[in-house]
């Protein structure tokens, strides 16, 4: 049974780098999309954004210049960090697997959803 | 970007009702990109629906989703207790993914 378990400080300053970390277990993240969203408190869902395990990334474009999601396979994690916090950026911080476009069996498939998730973390920003 | 608006806000219900869900897109939207989530508090959202129409493993069939273009549709046949709780769509479109505000079902 895949599961993702997300793993960070739950006090981050103002300014300061918010930084989490996702461990996979029950499957290789040398597979697969793997992606970050968050839930301010009592809000909806907001993408921040995903990483290929080859290392290619997509970022929210509205939170693009302060993100970084990066994968460790040795460790089989995945990681965030979002820099220059400010409390708006308060919120539970999921981690999830992302399916993409795949082939099997001879047939292909154009989907985009996430299937998995962590229970997230929360993280609040507060001097 | 394409927002998405959910509809209604709150469906207040009974056990053994039928729930209809709407999703809005702002422009179209792939059928196969289109998501369907459930949450209920203090737990993850759980998958539903993806390619609009398709049950993710493990969902009861009394869960469909229909819908093209700008509208879609999740439908719960029969409400059971423990289906009660909110519902996001979600679209992929122009390399970005966008929720929707969510539908709470609650218990009329």
């Known amino acids: 049974q895949v599961q993702l378990q997300e793993s960070g400080p739950g006090l981050v300053k103002p300014s300061e780098t918010l930084s989490l970390t996702c461990t996979v277990s029950g499957d290789s993240i040398s597979s697969y999309y793997w992606s970050w969203i968050r839930q301010p408190p009592g809000k909806g869902l907001e993408w921040i954004g995903h990483i290929y395990y080859s290392g290619s990334t997509n970022y929210n474009p509205s939170l693009k210049s302060r993100v970084t999601i990066s994968t460790d396979t040795s460790r089989n994690q995945f990681s965030l960090k979002l820099n220059s916090v400010t409390d708006a950026d308060t919120a539970v911080y999921h981690c999830?697997?992302?399916?993409?476009?795949?082939?099997?069996?001879?047939?292909?498939?154009?989907?985009?959803?996430?299937?998995?998730w962590g229970r997230g973390t929360l993280v609040t920003v507060s001097s | 970007e394409i927002v998405l608006t959910q509809s209604p806000g709150t469906l207040s219900l009974s056990p053994g009702e039928r729930a209809t869900l709407s999703c809005r897109a702002s422009q179209s939207v792939s059928s196969s990109y289109l998501a369907w989530y459930q949450q209920k508090p203090g737990q993850a959202p759980r998958l539903l629906i993806y390619g609009a129409s398709s049950r993710a493993t493990g969902i009861p069939d009394r869960f469909s989703g229909s819908g093209s273009g700008t509208d879609f549709t999740l439908t719960i046949n029969r409400l059971e207790p423990e289906d009660f709780a909110v519902y996001y769509c979600q679209q992929y479109g122009s390399s970005q993914f966008t929720f929707g505000p969510g539908t709470k079902v609650d218990i009329k």
């Open positions: 999830a697997r992302l399916r993409g476009p795949y082939c099997s069996g001879g047939s292909c498939y154009s989907h985009w959803y996430f299937d998995l």
